[in-house]
């Protein structure tokens, strides 16, 4: 049912602006966030690799895969945010970081050749962790390709944390327009509502009402235009009133003196025409002059 009241309309419209402002601005700071985020994780990603790879490059090149592995292993202890690191040669893990060995999909995922720049590739694991996968040959891919993987977990974790910031954010505004609105609906709607008790009150009858006049704006200068305007009805009224009084009392008078008429005419002796006289002086009836008329009509 769509809202009848002036204060539940401006109330839905000011919610509505400031969530789809909320929501808007919310969007385009976690999107720029979030771009800013990705291009740090893939510098940092690059710097990892071009600084492993330059470690490892002699390792390799002399097949020593216990100070290769030890160099992972070391590593992976010191940067929480990388999820493994190997490193492979003709499609061969020469040493990783994984428990149960190098997935055959993730060794083929993401494969660069010798003459090829390093390259970045997100992959989903089996989990549903998602990882940012670099590729990096080492010395133009002579001594096999190194491959890192940076969880997106820390990353999504922070967007997410950004969103919940933004929504906090958004709701406390919200709330504190939802106030201001109020208030100010509260201030406006005040005289309106009295108005309308008013014109109740006056359509029961009672023309001594009258509305509060506050401030000087638009709503206080109708509030004593309505003040004016009742004033004047209660000044007619009474006219009015006044009026229907004394028409009632000429009414009532003028039907007397036609009854008085009428008795006058059916009288028939002197003595009922002086009881009448009489009856008329002791109820100072201002017709007495008809009846002395009719009193010296008699004697001649």
């Known amino acids: 049912m769509p809202p009848k009241s002036l204060k539940s309309k401006l109330i839905i ?7 789809t402002s909320g929501l808007l601005i919310s969007y385009l700071v976690t999107h720029r966030y979030s771009s800013s985020l990705f291009d740090t994780i893939t510098a940092q990603a690059e710097n990892l690799g071009h600084a492993v790879s330059l470690e490892t490059a002699d390792h390799v090149l002399i097949n020593d895969l216990v100070a290769l592995q030890r160099l992972l292993d070391h590593q992976i202890r010191s940067n929480p945010s990388i999820g493994y690191l190997f490193i492979s040669r003709d ?36 989990s ?5 996968d670099f590729a990096r040959p080492i010395l133009g891919g002579k001594a096999g390709v190194l491959r890192l993987g940076i969880s997106e977990k820390h990353y999504r974790e922070q967007i997410t944390r950004l969103w919940v910031q933004m929504a906090a954010l958004t709701i406390a505004i919200l709330l504190l327009a939802l106030a ?13 509502t009295a108005l309308a008790q008013a014109t109740q009150e006056i359509d029961k009858g009672d023309l001594g009402v009258r509305v ?9 200068q109708l509030s004593s235009s309505f003040n004016e305007m009742v004033a004047r009805m209660e000044e007619y009224t009474h006219r009015l009133e006044e009026q229907t009084m004394d028409l009632e009392r000429a009414h009532h008078q003028t039907r007397t003196s036609c009854g008085i008429l009428r008795e006058i005419g059916s009288l028939r002796t002197l003595s009922d025409i002086r009881g009448i006289s009489t009856i008329l002086f002791q109820f100072s009836i201002p017709r007495f002059a008809i009846i002395s008329r009719f009193v010296k009509a008699d004697f001649s």
């Open 13 to 19: 419209a000011v919610s509505a602006l400031v969530i």
């Open 91 to 126: 499609d061969q893990a020469l040493a990783h970081t994984f428990e149960k060995g190098v997935p055959i999909d993730l060794l083929e995922a993401n494969n660069v050749t010798s003459g090829d720049g390093p390259r970045f590739q997100e992959i989903a694991a089996t």
């Open 128 to 132: 549903g962790e998602r990882y940012l």
């Open 180 to 192: 201001g609105t109020l208030l100010f609906l509260r201030r406006l709607t005040s005289p309106i």
């Open 212 to 220: 509060p006049v506050k401030g000087n704006d638009e709503v206080a």
